[in-house]
């Protein structure tokens, strides 16, 4: 009977670990073989060589291209936390609980338009003769129209735009779980409403700002079409450049090297993540 369950259970899981193994382990090996080769001319020669790292850390643009990923992939995870935050907090606490979902609701509509799409509204938002333009020219605070567009503004912009709801939904599912007894167990010791949220709302929701967090930097530091279309090229983030590796050089074994890369930062952040949520526990 036993041996009947196991066949039974691999038989279920067995499609899933076959796609697994064949769209993410087997393309993720390559990569990882790809990155020790080298291109020399049209021709690619395997082996174990590490001229394509040596190169990364030797070319200014490509580490000008991770700074800027790293600068703005911290940024726009910190602004969203602290945007995210104070709206989630009053979606749990304040508003009914029969208006919650419908709040939600709203909170949720950017995911229903295409990302593209979202970006290009934002770029005829910055734009020159845009909407935040012309609203500061006609309130008096700037005489001429000033570049938001196509810069580094534009494209944090356009990401805590949609990270910030991301981070909404994960720390308000931390939230609402909280029993409003803890609360007034605090105020029944004589704590004040800082206190309370100090001591006691801010731990006990640190594992839904800490995977929100997570999520937003991998999302964040791998997005390409955000930096390309409201950054206007004028600074590559990483996956802009190892774009235009494949594109114009067709140089996979360095394109494959900053993806190891960026996978490493990753790999950082989810260990990072994952400490923090253990000794959260402890």
């Known amino acids: 009977m036993i041996g009947h369950e196991k066949k039974l259970g691999w038989g279920f899981t067995a499609p899933a670990l076959v796609w697994t193994l064949a769209f993410f382990v087997a393309p993720f090996l390559v990569m990882i073989a790809m990155s020790f080769a080298n291109l020399e001319g049209r021709t690619l020669i395997w082996g174990v060589h590490l001229d394509n790292y040596i190169e990364l850390a030797n070319r200014p643009y490509l580490l000008r291209a991770v700074a800027v990923s790293m600068q703005i992939t911290f940024i726009v995870t910190l602004a969203s936390v602290v945007l995210a935050y104070p709206l989630a ?48 020219i006609h309130l008096g605070i700037i005489a001429e129209p ?22 909404t939904l994960t720390i308000y599912a931390n939230l609402v779980q909280l029993s409003p007894n803890y ?70 074994p360095l394109a494959s090297a900053m993806a190891i890369v960026m996978m490493g930062f990753v ?8 400490r923090w949520l253990r000794l959260d526990r402890l």
């Open 89 to 136: 907090a009053i979606i749990a606490f304040r508003v009914p609980q029969h208006w919650q979902r419908f709040v939600l609701l709203l909170a949720i509509l950017p995911f229903w338009t295409s990302y593209v799409i979202r970006s290009y509204a934002w770029l005829l938002v910055l734009a020159r003769e845009g909407l935040v333009n012309q609203t500061l």
């Open 146 to 167: 000033i570049t938001l567009a196509n810069s580094r503004f534009a494209t944090v912009t356009g990401f805590i735009h949609f990270f910030v709801m991301l981070l």
């Open 183 to 252: 609360r007034l167990a605090a105020r029944d010791l004589g704590a004040n409403t800082f206190q309370i949220f100090r001591h006691v709302i801010l731990p006990l929701s640190l594992p839904g700002i800490v995977t929100g967090a997570f999520l937003t930097f991998v999302l964040c530091i791998g997005d390409y079409v955000t930096p390309h279309i409201l950054g206007g090229n004028n600074e590559l983030t990483m996956p802009q450049v190892v774009m235009v590796q494949l594109g114009r050089r067709a140089d996979f």
């Open 267 to 274: 790999t950082i952040a989810y260990l990072a993540s994952a």
